[in-house]
């Protein structure tokens, strides 16, 4: 039985549809109810509802197999984990956002709101650009409208948020998108199953690719 | 099966009752000697200096700092091998074989909090040939199959990374690069940063299918070449031929995966991991480190390995816990000697006996020596 950790939400959802696309549906999982543990013996699949943040918990502490993550989780906690798929679902981009009149005054330091201060400080270590980081949990394009930061980094789906609290992009820091992470003690008992897995999302991806075009 | 170690220390007699971390110390202190290892007993504390020089080489760089009383700074240590390569003496035609069972101290677990952790290991120092190598990666096997017969040991050979890295001409910054790639399995990723950086993609193609080998040491050669990798030095080759050919002499359990990268500032040649179900990380990691005895200017080639002994906990069940035997329930009008004499016949049954006077905790046997309880 391979245990699954999926984030719950739409990318979850979403998620599941490719993964019951490529032979491994759960019925019970597709009911509205309130658990969070779901198993189809016959497929040789147990899925887990968890928060997105905890995906990688889930699998780094080996109680799932394999999990769904966001790339934006991975890059930030790095967390010790094999990456075998990139799902080309949830798809969005991590971005330097501010007011669209900002200017950059280097002769000061930055100060850069985010949820992901690991990303941001790698960000703008690259470019040897002094930052002062704040880490916030939420509501960030409330930062530079409050004189709290300069600017923000944040994940950006439309645009529509930034654009409805008078922000646009500034620059892209690096796409997001969820990838097919494993346990790699778990890989190497369970290599064939995992490789199988993710060879079947990979048609699916490829399948569902090929219909958009 | 992945419980072997638990059951086997659970089945022994009161005298004889190891825990499974004590257990498994006996084990592989008995299998390490047998091979020639000799114990090496170390001190808890080292100079700082030998650590900061070298904080690449430890799992963590975050280390406990302390000032002597005559203001030296001492470090306690997170790591054996760095002291053992200290103290190393070269000989021609010689190696010196060591193990140790030290506790280190280092950050541990997601929250990355300073942990005591008990670690085995042992190191084979000097005139290293492909024989002291290949005895090095059976031991390792050994002493994961001293927990569970469920358990895999993975290796590769960073000569091959070498060979990739100097075909492809990377720099520092695309070996970094490579090797986080490599070592996550990320081929989509790999892909990208090779068509980003105009390396050829028959290259490309060749790291997946290393990627993909799964096959155990006396198949690699063969599959190796199998592969046709024009880039890969001869010496490489060569060297798992020989190893190839120990291994086939032997149960031939390691497989090859090519994932499997310790620091390359440090080690070259040979690395391996080793895994046991149930345990969610690797329990066993090593590797040869000729790389660090020259960082540290000693002569010759070293090969060694630790064994994660903390980790065993990951494997043990929930049990039924007693805080003994018997409860002897008492209260101020029972005579004390009637309380003793109890006591003592059940000690003569092999019971563990808690005498209170309330009800408090866990015991799978209630003796209530209480007035009203023997009156009733």
């Known amino acids: ?213 | 099966m992945a419980n072997q170690i638990l059951q086997q220390s659970g089945e022994q007699t009161e005298e004889e009752r190891l825990s499974p971390e004590e257990l498994l110390l006996f084990r592989l202190r008995k299998l390490y000697r047998q091979y020639g290892y000799r114990p090496y007993r170390m001190s808890k504390f080292e100079k700082y200096e030998l650590y900061a020089g070298n904080k690449d080489f430890l799992v963590s760089d975050r280390i406990i700092t302390f000032n002597d009383t005559n203001g030296e700074l001492l470090a306690l240590k997170p790591d054996v091998t760095l002291s053992i390569v200290k103290s190393a003496q070269f000989h021609v035609n010689r190696v010196e074989r060591l193990y140790y069972q030290e506790n280190v101290y280092r950050p541990s677990g997601s929250a990355h909090q300073f942990r005591e952790i008990m670690q085995c290991g042992l190191e084979c120092i000097g005139d290293l040939d492909c024989y002291g190598l290949f005895e090095v990666l059976f031991l390792a096997d050994e002493s994961l199959r001293a927990v569970s017969e469920e358990s895999v040991l993975s290796f590769s050979h960073l000569g091959i990374l070498k060979s990739l890295f100097h075909v492809l001409d990377a720099g520092d910054t695309q070996q970094e690069q490579l090797l986080s790639l490599i070592a996550a399995r990320n081929l989509h990723e790999l892909s990208a940063l090779f068509a980003a950086r105009g390396w050829e993609d028959r290259l490309f193609q060749d790291v997946k299918a290393l990627l993909a080998v799964s096959c155990t040491l006396s198949h690699l050669p063969g599959n190796l070449e199998a592969l046709g990798l024009s880039w890969l030095g001869e010496g490489i080759l060569q060297e798992l031929k020989i190893l190839a050919k120990l291994s086939s002499r032997t149960d031939d359990r390691a497989r090859f995966d090519f994932s499997v990268i310790n620091d390359i500032h440090y080690y070259n040649g040979l690395v391996f991991q080793g895994f046991v179900r149930g345990i969610s990380e690797k329990f066993l990691s090593g590797g040869r480190y000729d790389s660090l005895l020259e960082r540290m200017d000693r002569k010759g080639a070293a090969v060694g390995f630790a064994v994660y002994l903390g980790l065993l906990e990951q494997l043990r069940q929930p049990e039924e816990t007693f805080e003994a035997d018997v409860l002897l329930l008492y209260d101020e009008k029972t005579d004390p000697e009637a309380l003793l004499d109890a006591e003592k016949a059940l000690h003569a049954e092999g019971k563990s006996v808690s005498a209170q006077r309330s009800m408090a905790g866990r015991y799978a046997q209630v003796l209530d020596l209480r007035e009203e309880a023997c009156n009733a």
């Open chain 1, 1 to 213: 039985m391979l245990n699954i950790a999926l984030p719950k939400g739409r990318l979850g959802e979403q998620v599941y549809g490719m993964l019951k696309e490529a032979g491994y549906p759960c019925p019970a999982l597709e009911q509205p109810d309130r658990r969070l543990i779901f198993e189809n013996e016959k497929a040789g699949v147990r899925y887990f509802w968890v928060k997105p943040h905890d995906v990688t918990i889930y699998v780094e502490r080996g109680a799932a197999d394999v999990g769904i993550a966001g790339k934006d989780i991975l890059l930030e906690y790095s967390p010790e984990l094999f990456e075998l798929l990139d799902l080309k679902a949830g798809n969005c981009r991590m971005c330097v956002a501010g007011p669209a009149d900002f200017r950059d005054n280097r002769s000061r330091m930055l100060r850069v709101a985010t949820k992901f201060p690991r990303i941001a400080g790698d960000f703008y270590a690259e470019k040897s650009r002094d930052v002062e980081l704040i880490k916030l949990n939420g509501s960030i394009e409330l930062a530079p409208i409050l004189g709290l930061s300069d600017v923000i980094v944040d994940i950006v789906e439309t645009g529509r948020t930034l654009f409805e609290n008078g922000l646009t992009v500034l620059e892209e820091v690096c796409p997001i998108s969820a990838r097919l992470v494993a346990n790699p003690a778990a890989y190497r008992f369970r290599r064939e199953e995992i490789d199988t897995l993710t060879m079947r999302l990979g048609e699916v991806i490829k399948a569902s690719g090929e219909r958009e075009n």
